[in-house]
């Protein structure tokens, strides 16, 4: 996973009103249009619609046009990729804490 790629995925997942979007999009397991996840808010069509383009650049959700609806869809793909990365830094601390551990349990 590039670097950019790391960037535009973590800053997608900062707002929580990306957040709530991309769960009512996981949740929903389905497409919903632009009309269906602007209801749930309480901002503005072009609000969400800021928010969707933000999530789309990370690759967390794909959008689709239907006559003169878009429609939305999950992709969490890109939280998995996020995961994998993050888990070399689980490692690390894990061997840390298992070092300390060892250290102090010589020290009795």
């Excluded at 009103?17 to 389905?30: D, G, K």
Aim: hydrophobic share 40%; charged share 30%.
């Amino acid at each position: 996973m590039s670097q950019d790629r790391i960037n535009k995925v973590f800053k997608a997942v900062a707002d929580p009103t990306r957040r709530e979007i991309f769960h009512v999009l996981m949740v929903a397991s389905t497409a919903l249009s632009l009309t269906q996840i602007s209801e749930q808010f309480d901002i503005s069509r072009q609000g969400v619609t800021k928010h969707i383009k933000l999530l789309e650049e990370a690759g967390l959700i794909k959008t689709s046009e239907s006559g003169r609806e878009r429609f939305c869809e999950a992709n969490p793909t890109p939280l998995k990729e996020i995961k994998n990365w993050m888990a070399v830094y689980d490692k690390f601390w894990d061997d840390k804490i298992t070092a300390l551990d060892k250290y102090l349990k010589t020290k009795k």
